[in-house]
């Protein structure tokens, strides 16, 4: 796949517009600590849920999605329910209520007020810390080789590498797609701090709402119904299931049904269950000190840091599966006319 001059310049665009946004609040973000980490608390709830939201529109869940979606069918709602993605139900109704009436600055700094000053907090300090670092280095770790192996297919290496003045190996140019990106979103982090985030974010969404109705589109003009029940297995179009997954792919795709035999989702019954005891108990246990708790804790007010919550997953849903099911059928319409 190759892009276009106008594609390119696309994407140029769009790196400079992320540096100039920094550059442009990061004076603003220099006045205090509360402003550089919290964006002095002015920001809206809105622009903070769609900052949130497209935090969780990353490239690397959304294309492990779209795998789901065309293996699974409809069925594959079920699966992100492991994450969980209905802990914002629990935000809105009271953590983050609680998270924001404190007013600390951090994730880490919360736990005094979860857990006192004594001993047992100051351990549960360090080891929110640590979890917090390992947690970032495996955010980074999860867009960075996503991002790689992406931008590998649509920008190739061999137009990329007449300018690089170093020879790569073939198996390490996704690692340098992902510094160049990654490097990109540290700058106008480190510049902007809150702010700078909250505002890349917002044009983020933008952008991917966008895409994703397009390719939706593109997908509904492309695939008939017709195809859709010719190509897919029984129980592909619909979300209910029975004790077991039943669906079955032998006839049509026998590398894929052999993959999906090495999943854990064909009793889903039982998986659907644990899911839902899992993701319970873990968004009551309450708030992780993410990117999540860090938005709750910008907002202007207790109740705008649960309107916050409550908006996140309303509006992410509806752009992310249009993507979704978009790339699912124009899947259904190539291996289709491949045979």
């Not at 205090?32 to 919290?38: G, I, Q």
């Not at 492991?82 to 998270?99: A, T």
């Not at 701090?193 to 509904?220: E, K």
Request: charge should be neutral; glycine fraction near 8%.
């Amino acid at each position: 796949m190759k892009l276009h001059e106008i594609d390119i310049l696309i994407i140029c665009a769009y790196l400079i517009a992320m540096i100039v946004i920094g550059l442009i609040l990061k004076k603003r973000a220099a006045q205090n600590m509360d402003s550089y980490f919290l964006g002095g608390k002015s920001l809206p709830f809105y622009m903070l849920g769609l900052s949130n939201a497209s935090g969780m529109f990353d490239i690397t869940g959304t294309m492990l999605m779209v795998y789901w979606a065309f293996a699974y069918g409809f069925k594959s709602l079920w699966i992100p329910w492991l994450w969980p993605v209905f802990n914002q139900i629990f935000l809105m109704v009271y953590l983050s209520v609680w998270l924001r009436r404190s007013n600390v600055l951090t994730g880490a700094e919360w736990i005094k007020t979860r857990f006192g000053k004594g001993k047992g907090s100051t351990l549960s300090h360090t080891i929110v810390i640590i979890f917090a670092l390992l947690s970032v280095l495996g955010f980074l770790s999860y867009g960075f080789i996503g991002i790689g192996k992406f931008m590998e297919i649509f920008i190739p290496w061999e137009v990329v590498s007449p300018f690089i003045p170093f020879n790569v190996p073939a198996e390490y140019v996704p690692h340098v797609y992902g510094i160049f990106f990654t490097t990109i979103a540290t700058f106008y982090v480190m510049l902007g701090g809150m702010l700078s985030i909250v505002w890349t974010d917002v044009v983020q969404f933008l952008i991917m709402t966008v895409a994703g109705i397009v390719i939706v589109v593109i997908g509904m003009q492309m695939v008939a119904p017709d195809m859709i029940h010719s190509f897919v297995p029984a129980g592909w179009d619909s979300p209910f299931f029975g004790w077991t997954l039943d669906i079955d792919w032998s006839s049509r795709m026998s590398l894929l049904t052999e993959r999906m035999a090495n999943e854990p989702y064909s009793l889903i019954s039982i998986f659907v269950m644990m899911a839902l005891l899992k993701g319970i108990f873990m968004s009551m246990a309450g708030p992780a000190p993410n990117y999540d708790m860090q938005k709750i804790l910008s907002c202007k007010s207790p109740k705008e840091a649960a309107m916050m919550s409550g908006s996140v997953s309303v509006v992410l849903l509806i752009p992310r599966y249009l993507m979704i099911m978009g790339f699912a059928l124009l899947a259904i319409y190539f291996f289709k006319e491949d045979g």
